[in-house]
């Protein structure tokens, strides 16, 4: 990695400046309005149409790092992708680029830098955050992840049970899901939720002689794994089995994990510089590193290190998380649709979408700018989705024929990992294909007739054709990858990751913070009395306590 840029430019300081005399500034708001009028002009167009350009499908696609990313079934054409590049560059996306990569603390609200990035670096050039060098303690904690790990791959213990919630359960639990060809380490179970079925669930599998436990939490003080991690500390000492052993801690809050007894030789820190949901790269993929293997994880870190470089080093329209991102503040802010499917046409992408709920909605669901400022466009959208095919035969309809429209994002693999089933990769690539293709046709009238004609007649032919037709028209992108191993694993996430990032400077978001979950820990924790009924609910709006009467009528 380069040494430090310099500290950002006078540009963007003019530019906050301007934003908070005025909110925003005149040439942002130019930007956004000029969005606006070619959502106008595009109104009504056939996407379909665009494809009479015979090079329509290579001029809207980037190919990098032996993936493709097709965004031609958008409405996107020249003058709207220039207009959102200018967006990219008014927004000084380059150099918050170059800050986040060089350790500046571009997290403002929480005084951090963001440097997930450094956890990848797995050439250790140096990176200075406080005027030290991050990365011998980086490479150190890896060598140490791996020294654990062999051991603990080469031993008696056939389960590991993470336990972390957000970020310090979805990124590995999405990734050791996702990998799953390529275990040969223990099994993997994830306990997130304080819902005491989820620990139960998972304990009745163990066995707690051959069971090891990962506390897996940044601040080492979250609730539900806490509660989680002490439940399981229980329930070894109800099997007669000692502690010694049984825990690892993987955690910013050293003096935390110690006061849990977990001896420092199994406490794995990571600093203040890695967000939660951006931390499977460190420590917190610790149980990817065990089901995998160590090299494994290394060519996870790989795939993501490669997009990094790319994301530095691409001009912008051959910038695969760039474009990504683009198209994304195109469909939200540009035509105002507010949600964003995830379509992995890949079983074992399950929890993708999970994954990236938490990444884009609580790095982007901000509601005021850099400087405090009411936002003045939308801020990031709903991210939902489920594997395909299953999502066809589950919601699909309303992404057809609903009065919304709702922008997916395929993506698939050229290759699937049992080559004896062939068969069922060819028809899950054809189906992925043909929704996306559907979606941008639709069906007519005409067609919905001529569907039904052999059936019904006059005004029923009418009713029933009326209920065959396809809006179309209905845009989506398709990611397409050769196949999901660790390297290409790291390569989808890290490309989401900057696409998060450059969505988040274009709306001049602090994409680093997540002040929005704290209101209802703290009512939580002041609710948890009125629960047990140690304490009235008197304060309580009526709905709260009526809520409470009924729990209370029935618990026993
Ligand atoms: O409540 C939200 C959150 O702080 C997430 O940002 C984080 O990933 C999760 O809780 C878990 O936090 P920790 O790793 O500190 O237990």
Same mark, same amino acid.
């Given at each position: 990695?380069?040494?430090p840029?310099?500290?950002?430019g006078?540009?963007?300081?003019?530019?906050?400046?301007?934003l908070? %005399?005025?909110?925003?500034?005149?040439?942002?708001?130019?930007?956004?309005d000029d969005l606006?009028?070619?959502? %106008?002009?595009i109104?009504?167009?056939?996407?379909?149409g665009?494809?009479?350009?015979?090079s329509?499908?290579?001029?809207?696609s980037?190919?990098?790092l032996?993936?493709?990313?097709?965004y031609?079934?958008?409405?996107?054409?020249e003058?709207?992708?220039d207009?959102l590049v200018?967006?990219?560059e008014?927004?000084d996306?380059?150099?918050?680029?170059?800050?986040?990569?060089a350790?500046?603390?571009?997290?403002?609200?929480?005084?951090?830098a963001?440097?997930?990035t450094?956890?990848?670096n797995?050439?250790?050039?140096?990176?200075? $955050?406080?005027g030290?060098?991050?990365?011998?303690?980086?490479?150190?904690t890896?060598?140490?992840?791996?020294?654990?790990?062999?051991?603990?791959?080469?031993?008696?213990?056939?389960d590991?049970v993470?336990?972390?919630i957000g970020?310090?359960?979805?990124?590995?639990?999405?990734?050791?899901?996702?990998?799953?060809?390529?275990?040969?380490?223990?099994?993997?179970?994830?306990?997130?939720n304080?819902?005491?079925?989820?620990i139960?669930?998972?304990?009745?599998?163990?066995?707690?002689a051959?069971?090891v436990?990962?506390?897996?939490s940044k601040?080492?003080t979250?609730?539900?794994?806490?509660?989680?991690?002490?439940?399981?500390?229980?329930?070894?000492?109800?099997?007669?089995?000692?502690d010694?052993?049984?825990?690892?801690?993987?955690?910013?809050?050293?003096?935390?994990?110690?006061?849990?007894?977990?001896?420092?030789?199994r406490v794995?820190?990571?600093?203040?510089?890695?967000?939660g949901?951006?931390?499977?790269?460190?420590?917190?993929?610790?149980s990817?590193?065990?089901?995998?293997?160590?090299?494994?994880?290394?060519a996870f870190?790989?795939?993501?290190?490669?997009?990094?470089?790319?994301?530095?080093? %691409?001009?912008w329209?051959?910038?695969m998380?760039?474009?990504?991102?683009?198209?994304?503040?195109?469909?939200?802010?540009?035509?105002?649709?507010a949600?964003?499917?995830?379509?992995?046409y890949?079983?074992?992408?399950?929890?993708?979408?999970a994954?990236l709920?938490?990444?884009?909605?609580?790095?982007?669901g901000?509601?005021?700018?850099?400087?405090?400022?009411?936002?003045?466009?939308a801020? /990031?959208?709903? $991210?939902?989705?489920?594997?395909?095919?299953?999502?066809?035969?589950?919601?699909y309809?309303?992404?057809?024929q609903?009065?919304r429209?709702?922008?997916?994002?395929?993506?698939?693999?050229?290759?699937?990992?049992?080559?004896?089933?062939a068969?069922?990769?060819?028809?899950?690539?054809?189906?992925c294909?043909?929704?996306?293709?559907?979606l941008?046709?639709?069906?007519?009238?005409d067609?919905?007739?001529?569907?039904?004609?052999?059936?019904?007649?006059g005004a029923?032919?009418e009713r029933?054709?009326?209920?065959?037709?396809?809006?179309?028209?209905?845009?989506?992108t398709?990611?397409?990858?050769?196949?999901?191993?660790?390297?290409t694993?790291?390569?989808?996430?890290?490309?989401y990751?900057?696409?998060?990032? $450059?969505?988040?400077?274009?709306?001049?978001i602090?994409?680093?913070?997540?002040?929005?979950?704290?209101?209802?820990?703290?009512?939580?924790t002041?609710?948890?009395?009125?629960v047990?009924?140690?304490?009235?609910?008197?304060?309580?709006? /009526?709905?709260?306590?009526?809520l409470?009467?009924?729990?209370?009528?029935?618990?026993?």
């Open positions: 990695m380069p040494q840029a310099p500290a950002l006078a540009r963007r300081r003019r530019r906050a400046i301007a908070r %005399a005025s909110g925003i500034s005149q040439e942002t708001k130019q930007m956004w606006k009028h070619h959502a %106008a002009r109104e009504g167009r056939s996407l379909a665009l494809f009479d350009a015979p329509r499908a290579e001029d809207f980037v190919s990098a032996g993936m493709l990313f097709d031609s079934k958008t409405q996107i054409d003058p709207i992708r207009a200018a967006l990219a008014t927004a996306v380059a150099a918050r680029r170059d800050a986040m990569f350790g500046e603390k571009i997290n403002e609200t929480e005084g951090r963001v440097l997930h450094a956890l990848r797995l050439d250790g050039t140096p990176v200075v $955050v406080d030290a060098d991050v990365m011998p303690e980086v490479l150190a890896l060598d140490r992840m791996t020294a654990l790990a062999e051991t603990l791959r080469a031993s008696h213990v056939r590991v993470n336990i972390g970020g310090s359960d979805l990124g590995p639990a999405m990734a050791v899901r996702a990998l799953a060809p390529f275990h040969d380490g223990p099994r993997c179970h994830f306990v997130s304080v819902d005491g079925a989820d139960a669930d998972t304990l009745r599998l163990c066995d707690p051959h069971t436990f990962i506390v897996a601040t080492f979250t609730i539900e794994t806490m509660t989680n991690a002490r439940t399981a500390k229980a329930w070894l000492a109800s099997e007669g089995i000692a010694e052993g049984k825990f690892i801690a993987l955690s910013s809050n050293l003096e935390k994990a110690a006061a849990f007894g977990i001896p420092a030789e794995f820190g990571f600093e203040d510089w890695v967000g949901r951006y931390s499977v790269w460190g420590p917190i993929g610790l990817l590193m065990l089901a995998i293997g160590p090299e494994g994880f290394r870190l790989r795939g993501a290190q490669a997009m990094d470089t790319h994301f530095r080093t %691409a001009p329209r051959e910038n998380p760039v474009m990504l991102a683009l198209v994304g503040i195109w469909h939200n802010q540009g035509l105002g649709h949600t964003r499917a995830v379509l992995p890949d079983n074992r992408l399950a929890r993708l979408p994954y709920q938490q990444l884009e909605m609580e790095s982007n901000k509601g005021v700018s850099m400087d405090g400022q009411d936002l003045t466009v801020s /990031g959208p709903v $991210v939902w989705g489920e594997p395909g095919t299953n999502g066809q035969h589950a919601f309809q309303l992404i057809h609903g009065t429209v709702v922008p997916c994002e395929f993506m698939v693999a050229a290759q699937g990992h049992e080559p004896e089933l068969h069922h990769h060819h028809l899950l690539v054809a189906n294909l043909a929704q996306a293709e559907a941008m046709r639709g069906r007519t009238l067609e919905a007739r001529a569907k039904v004609a052999g059936q019904f007649e029923e032919l029933q054709a009326r209920h065959r037709v396809f809006p179309g028209n209905r845009p989506s398709t990611l397409v990858y050769p196949r999901l191993d660790p390297e694993l790291g390569k989808i996430i890290a490309l990751e900057h696409r998060v990032f $450059v969505e988040g400077v274009i709306l001049d602090n994409s680093y913070d997540q002040w929005g979950v704290e209101l209802g820990k703290e009512l939580a002041a609710l948890g009395p009125m047990t009924q140690d304490q009235p609910a008197d304060g309580k709006d /009526g709905s709260t306590q009526q409470l009467r009924f729990v209370h009528r029935n618990a026993t």
